[in-house]
């Protein structure tokens, strides 16, 4: 029986600039935790266009928010600053999904080469189609 493979998501950052901070989101990291929308749903709208408005909130309450995304598909850097900072120590956890969730100063190795995290999603049963990303494809993803 042939096995399918499957060819890694090309990397597609959307930006969305605001006056005192701009936030990133990588569509295929994302993984539907929900706590864009729920922590903020006044700059995180699905039914706006654009559905980020940094500038709707302080950019405290902002990052406050991006920083809660499991999967690191969202991202912030305030202007004229460095992307966000890492966690001090590291943290690696496992979920019940069997994902696991790595937050911290990374360097994570991909088809497409090292790529520069502070939060990661990790698969963890080895299925999904945007490795080392877990994709909910995958046993790890389905709870």
Known sequence: MAEEVREPRARKVKEYRGEQVSVTFEPAR????????????????????????PDEATP????????????GALQYRLPGGPPESAERPSVISRNTAGQLLVRGELTVETSQGPHHETRVMLCG???SGNQPYCDHTGACGRT
């Open 125 to 127: 049963c080895g299925a």
């Open 60 to 71: 405290e309450l902002v990052t406050e928010v991006v920083r809660r995304c499991p999967s």
């Open 30 to 53: 994302c993984l539907h935790a929900a706590e864009c929308v729920r922590g903020l749903p006044e700059v995180f709208d699905l039914a706006k266009r654009p559905w980020i408005a």
